[in-house]
């Protein structure tokens, strides 16, 4: 709305301008060669508008036609960067997709268009290579860009990555490191500073990057203080009995940072039981206990004190089970001390409830453990013993596929901190032959086409039954003996069976899996050729395409040159007319006396009316100027002038009349 009114008040203001500028009676008048003109106002302030918009468009001109090479020559840069800028997208689409062949193409298509240091250029050529299996030129390349300024980050995580890639830890923490000495705030080179350290069994270093990472605000404040109380409670273990001061005061900063953290719940219950401050060490195993019942926190808490009975080592486990509640860990606690104190009926109470579903490995072990304390060698401890062997798993220490019966604060596949968790691991786990992927550039060359290995089931590590040949006994006790040794190797035959079974099942799956690898590898051959052939069609259709585009344009071209011919010879014969029509006229209007002269119609004619008309509008009056109604004037003698003397020859006066009247 209020452009619209400025616009209306600038309108305004030039037309009321305008019409003061006509209405001013004033002329300004000019001598150019001894002859006076005089001209309106509002005419010479038209005249003086039509001037200066003829020298701005001079100036315009005169400007295109100067910068017509350096527009030229940006119009061709820009034209080639576009290009560029075109081939690098779809050459890293190229990459995104797999496309070998299009990504070194299209690399070489950028290298016509961009810079040799092209930041982008060189990424596509690292991937390029990459995904094609070149590391040499992929690492080549990552060394060109970490040599850069502007990618040096960039080429140091490219050499880290290949780095990992062949094994190299040293070179692949010297590249994270230097990554993080350049740039403080970039989350992978600090993360692998971190796991790094870790490896090396730097734990105060690698506690101090977590300090730095939590301060740039990289982790949150949760996730600090669990990576510092795990890498406390390394370093404890590392210090061990060497450094019982150092190691417990670690210990307690890990449990204050994480309660529920069991190894530092039970190292530190182990120091301070050995200290005998049983009392700060029972509450740290209790609150942890709470959080998370473990059987290594049930063997620190019942050997609290050296030197007590079987008995109070019960009482402490039956206090441990009324604090989880009756959990299968309190139950259990409870049962394995109830079976060194001998209370085999108590235990077998204690265990009840966890028979009546399916038992897990730990509690078949301990009722086989029970029958054989209490009735010897017995078939009942046989029979535990083969239920153990198809039992469901007990909870572990898991991390990225591997069980472990030991905490440990990094995993052992991938190095990442805080890795294990206390879960019930899965009947199939695949640890071995897992692929650590690392979310960094380059990944894109794993080909998923190549199999991935499976590991066998890793059970809990489990006494193998002892086999006891039946003894050949008298009287009605032998049967019963014989019967069950009949049951047990017919179960071991169905367990061979089932082995069979099931080795026989694997090779036919590795078959068909080699056959859907085979017709894999087929479809993308097919897919590959099609693409190709495409791509060669397409090329053939574009190329016919700007041929006649050009054809076209050159056809257009040439008819525009015979139009401007045409128009130009035109133009010359008009000329030829116009000047042929004026010499005529001009011969035709000669002098008709040697004291006369030709003047312009519109000096000689004189207004009918001049009183009437203002100054301004003398011009008017005169009428066109035209060569044709040129008028004879006989020149006069003034008043004032006395005329030649008589001994010379008489000058000729200059006419004052001008165009608009007398001077």
Request: proline share 6%; glycine share 6%; with cysteine.
């Amino acid at each position: 709305m209020w452009r619209v009114l400025i616009y209306l008040a600038i309108i305004a203001a030039l037309a009321f301008g305008a019409v003061w500028l006509a209405e001013q009676p004033g002329s300004i008048a000019f001598i150019w060669n001894g002859v006076s003109y005089s001209v309106g106002l509002a005419i010479a302030a038209l005249v003086l508008l039509a001037l200066i918009a003829a020298i701005l468009l001079i100036e315009s001109a005169a400007r295109i036609i100067l910068n017509l090479p350096q527009r030229l020559s940006v119009a061709s840069r820009e034209r080639k960067k576009r290009k560029g800028i075109q081939a690098l997208s779809r050459g890293m689409i190229a990459v995104g997709s797999g496309d070998e062949n299009a990504a070194r193409r299209y690399a070489r298509e950028v290298e016509r268009y961009l810079r040799k240091d092209e930041p982008l250029l060189l990424l596509l050529k690292a991937q390029s290579a990459q995904i094609s299996g070149d590391r040499d030129t992929a690492e080549q390349i990552f060394r060109e860009m970490a040599d850069t300024e502007e990618t040096r980050v960039l080429g140091l995580r490219g050499l880290y990555v290949e780095a990992r890639r062949r094994g190299d830890a040293d070179a692949a923490f010297a590249h994270a490191s230097e990554a993080a000495r350049l740039a403080p705030a970039v989350d992978w080179a600090n993360e692998a500073v971190l796991e790094g350290l870790c490896a090396r069994g730097d734990w105060r270093g690698a506690i101090d990057t977590v300090e730095r990472r939590a301060a740039l605000g990289l982790i949150d404040k949760p996730t600090a203080k669990r990576h510092r109380a795990v890498l406390l409670t390394a370093d404890a273990l590392a210090r061990g009995e060497s450094d019982e001061e150092g190691a417990l005061a670690s210990v307690k900063e890990a449990v204050r940072l994480a309660p529920d953290l069991v190894p530092a719940a039970a190292l530190a219950g182990q120091i301070l039981g050995r200290r005998l401050e049983l009392r700060k060490a029972a509450k740290i195993v209790q609150t942890a206990w709470q959080s998370v019942p473990h059987p290594e926190l049930a063997s620190v808490y019942t050997h609290l004190r050296a030197g007590d009975s079987t008995h109070d080592r019960m009482e402490r486990a039956e206090r441990l089970a009324m604090l989880s509640s009756w959990s299968p860990e309190g139950r259990i606690a409870l049962a394995r001390a109830a079976l060194e104190a001998r209370e085999y009926a108590k235990a077998r109470e204690t265990l009840r409830p966890l028979l009546q579903e399916r038992p897990s490995v730990r509690v078949c072990l301990l009722m086989a453990d029970i029958e054989r304390s209490e009735h010897g060698a017995s078939g009942r401890a046989r029979e535990w013993l083969a239920r153990a062997v198809h039992a469901p798993r007990d909870k572990a220490w898991i991390a990225d596929g591997v069980v472990s019966d030991r905490w440990s604060p990094i995993s052992p596949v991938s190095g990442r901190l805080d890795a294990f968790r206390w879960a019930a691991p899965p009947e199939l786990l695949s640890g071995a032959g897992t692929a650590v992927i690392d979310d960094v550039l380059g990944d894109l060359d794993d080909h998923p086409g190549e199999p991935v290995a499976i590991a066998p089931p890793q059970y809990a590590a489990a006494e193998e039954a002892e086999i006891i040949e039946p003894a050949k006994l008298s009287g009605p006790q032998a049967p019963d003996e014989s019967a069950e040794a009949e049951r047990f190797a017919a179960a071991r035959e169905a367990e061979a069976r089932a082995a069979e079974q099931a080795k026989a099942d694997a090779e036919r799956a590795e078959a068909h899996l080699a056959q859907a690898r085979v017709a894999e590898a087929e479809a993308a051959e097919r897919k590959k050729a099609e693409a190709k052939a495409a791509e060669e069609r397409a090329a053939q259709a574009a190329a016919q395409e700007a041929a006649r585009e050009q054809a076209a344009k050159e056809q257009a071209q040439r008819e525009q040159a015979e139009r401007e011919k045409a128009e130009a010879k035109a133009a010359e014969e008009r000329a030829a007319q116009d000047r042929a029509s004026r010499e005529a006229a001009q011969r035709e209007s000669a002098p008709p006396s040697a004291g006369s002269t030709r003047l312009p119609a519109a000096a000689a004619t004189i207004p009918e009316k001049p009183a009437a008309a203002p100054r301004g509008d003398r011009a008017e009056a005169a009428g066109p100027e035209t060569e044709d109604e040129a008028v004879v004037v006989p020149l006069t003698r003034l008043p004032d002038d006395p005329g030649p003397e008589p001994q010379d020859e008489p000058e000729r006066k200059r006419s004052r009349f001008s165009l608009f009247g007398s001077g």
